[in-house]
């Protein structure tokens, strides 16, 4: 299997340099918040195109990050199932997630109901990995994630997909741009048996964004998500229990939020509001349990430039969060309770010449329950020669505990928050039209960072996160290939054992031929040494290795109509994400798309 991988990367690497292609350069805002030019970005900085997760069949938020250099997606069981997300040996709850720069509801866990998001109306994806804390805030130790939802051509797309375990995708998406007014209306709804017994999933969600052109320096937009879900989940296989006939998770969220851009002169104004809720339901052997999560937020930022040298962001943002919880089966309310923050932030970025530039911010935030503190951030970028970047960060993260750390049914209310100073130094490389590379080293030092203790949540003191990431892609005409490698060393200083979940290494291969008429491609996924709970006797244990391939395929039949499928854990691998709760087996689904 191994020796397969190696040819198939090194056939795709020698084809992919017989042909050519040009496009223009993405705009890219996650890392500054301001955009700049992808091949300007550093080296901990991915964007997934809508191109790239259309021919690739990708559908949710959790298969977009799978093939992210450094970022770990951990599901527990199958399709629709709690799915967790590790960056470079942070914690689960230590990305923001944003939409169009709306930090979106973590909900009472805070780690975003990864496992049930749908990707509509998303038109790329923008991943910035390490410290996120100044640019969005808490949570931002691991870094961050921003969908975006850019305007597209006037066009109606309907995807109808098929497959194992009586799965059935519908999904439809509508693309207006007409009289100054443009944006995008998108649905869709999935359903599934699993492998599993009583492991049905259902989801249903939808978005919109819908902005206008008042006049040529103010432009207003309304942006909107819903989701729910509908889970049910036999437990772990190896519970004397299993499989439990009457567990299930009942999921519902929504957001709104409008807001404005209005230019004067050489400077840009953005203000948001943002009203978001979060609600879940779930039902196990030992609850039946509501949690809610509600949040309203007001955001704004001034950006511009002082000189043909400086360009100055300020901003700041207002956040009040609501936390309850009640036991159904009584009705007896255990968390009632209210949070806010206030937070200023600003960044400058300034040239020394055309080779050198000096990227600088910092951000002061007041919590309600933790007080105030100050976080701050430094970038040097060197051009060394053509298509040759050095790119070195420093910078300070901050993480009060979430509501389920806090309250949740193992939770600790005495928790301290969460800090991290993180320093990382990386290459790219552009030398031309066809290869890119981003190659980087980090090194985080946590203090106070939370992880399960066998009894509850606690903070473990210090710990160290410490690899290597890289991403080589190859682009030229109708071939892509893309190759990613990274290696983590995450350890508990306080009893010198390894982090739960983080891969000591981590890989990913892509390769894929396209044209008008039709796709080919295959990925490979490949995880190595990972420390897991076992799931009868919670101890620490060796967690699987595995090797995952998938294949996926589409053909134009008409100019309207595109035959899809793909198949899913190609060789069937039996692996388990998390121990007791095996991943899916081999499956297959076809369908057919419509363009209008």
Do not use: C
């Amino acid at each position: 299997m191994y020796q397969l991988i190696k040819f198939l990367g090194f056939s795709f690497l020698i084809g992919s340099f017989l042909f050519g292609n040009a496009e223009l350069e993405p705009m890219v805002v996650v890392e500054k918040r301001t955009p700049q030019p992808l091949s300007t970005v550093s080296p901990w900085v991915t964007r997934v195109s809508a191109e790239d997760l259309r021919e690739r069949q990708i559908y949710n938020l959790s298969d977009a990050l799978n093939t992210v250099p450094g970022m770990t997606v951990v599901r527990s069981g199958q399709l629709g199932s709690q799915t967790s997300l590790f960056s470079r040996g942070a914690q689960s709850d230590h990305v923001n997630f944003l939409y169009e720069g709306r930090k979106l509801n973590g909900g009472f866990s805070g780690t975003y109901n990864l496992g049930q998001f749908s990707l509509n109306g998303v038109s790329s994806i923008e991943v910035l990995r390490g410290s996120s804390s100044v640019q969005y805030g808490a949570e931002g130790i691991g870094g961050a994630v921003m969908l975006r939802s850019e305007p597209e051509k006037p066009q109606l797309n309907w995807l109808m997909e098929g497959g194992s375990n009586d799965s059935f995708l519908s999904k439809i998406h509508y693309g207006f741009n007409d009289s100054g007014w443009m944006g995008s209306v998108s649905t869709s709804l999935l359903t599934t048996d699993n492998e599993q017994p009583n492991a049905n999933y259902h989801n249903n969600s939808g978005s919109f964004h819908i902005s206008h052109q008042v006049s040529q320096n103010l432009e207003i937009d309304l942006l909107g998500l819903g989701n729910k879900s509908d889970i049910n989940y036999p437990g772990n296989i190896k519970s004397a229990a299993y499989p439990i006939l009457d567990q299930y998770q009942n999921i519902e969220e929504i957001l709104i939020s409008p807001g404005l851009k209005l230019q004067i002169g050489n400077w840009n104004l953005k203000g948001l509001y943002t009203y978001s809720e979060d609600d879940l339901i779930g039902k196990d052997s030992f609850s039946d349990t509501g949690y809610e999560a509600s949040s309203q937020s007001l955001d704004f930022q001034i950006n511009g430039e002082f000189t043909e040298s400086l360009e100055v962001i300020l901003g700041g943002l207002y956040v009040e969060d609501s936390f309850y919880k009640k036991e159904n089966s009584t009705n007896l309310v255990d968390i009632d309770k209210k949070a806010d923050s206030i937070s200023a932030f600003a960044f400058s970025n300034y040239s020394f010449g055309e080779d050198l530039l000096l990227s600088l911010g910092a951000r002061y935030d007041e919590f309600s329950d933790y007080g105030d503190v100050s976080t701050w951030s430094s970038i040097l970028e060197k051009d060394l020669v053509d298509g040759f970047t050095l790119v070195t960060r420093y910078s300070t993260s901050f993480s009060p505990p979430q509501a389920n750390d806090l309250y949740g049914v193992w939770g600790n209310p005495e928790l301290k928050p969460e800090e991290a100073d993180s320093w990382e130094v990386g290459i790219v490389a552009n030398p031309n039209d066809i290869l890119n590379l981003h190659l980087s080293y980090f090194d985080t030092r946590f203090k106070n960072l939370i992880e399960w203790s066998g009894v509850t949540t606690s903070n473990v003191g210090t710990a160290r996160s410490k690899g290597v990431e890289s991403s080589l892609k190859l682009n030229q005409g109708n071939y892509k290939s893309s190759f990613s490698f990274a290696y983590l060393d995450a350890i508990n200083l306080s009893s010198n054992e390894r982090l739960l979940r983080r891969p000591r290494i981590l890989g990913n291969i892509e390769v894929k031929h396209s044209n008008n008429i039709h796709t080919l491609g295959l990925g490979v996924r490949y995880l190595h040494d990972v420390r897991d709970i076992d799931g009868a006797t919670f101890s620490t244990i060796q967690g699987d290795d595995y090797v995952v391939f998938r294949l996926f395929a589409d053909y134009q039949l008409t100019d309207v109509i595109k035959l899809i499928g793909r198949v899913e854990n190609l060789m069937d691998e039996d692996y388990e994400e998390v121990d007791g709760y095996p991943a899916l087996g081999r499956t297959i689904f076809a369908g057919l798309g419509f363009q209008f």
